[in-house]
């Protein structure tokens, strides 16, 4: 059995968090990841947080920054082609004209769920980024 590491606990306080568009918290699929980058010691060139209220002021921020794709590239670099994801790497999972943003934990993909908390599925991912980290 593996000891608990950075991802457990990152991932262990946000299943108590609600879903909420552009809260201070870690409250939308965006967010969400963006709380974890943090907690690795990146960040984004631009405030996500506040800048927006609603599902379509976030859709509008995004296009306005280039999209999804572009928003993870600002803090992570471009997206990992040709490999398998790892334990912490993100990535995007496109499904029924939404995007979302999910966490690697090495079997499956976590995600801010819409009723609040963490959820996980066993999709393909469109796009994955590389966080580097090492459990």
Do not use: K
Request: charged share 25%.
């Amino acid at each position: 059995m593996r000891e608990t590491d950075l991802l457990d606990r990152y991932l262990a306080d946000e299943r108590s968090q609600p879903f909420e568009w552009s809260s201070q918290a870690n409250g939308d699929c965006l967010l969400f990841l963006m709380g974890w980058g943090e907690r690795l010691g990146l960040h984004p060139t631009i405030r996500w947080r506040g800048a927006y209220a609603c599902e379509t002021g976030a859709r509008l921020a995004l296009h306005r920054f280039g999209g999804e794709v572009a928003a993870i590239t600002d803090v992570l670099g471009p997206p990992r082609m040709g490999s398998l994801p790892r334990r912490g790497d993100v990535g995007l999972i496109h499904l029924r004209a939404r995007t979302f943003g999910v966490i690697c934990t090495g079997h499956m993909w976590a995600f801010r769920a819409i009723e609040g908390g963490v959820g996980y599925c066993r999709l393909p991912v469109d796009y994955c980024w590389d966080t580097r980290f090492s459990s």
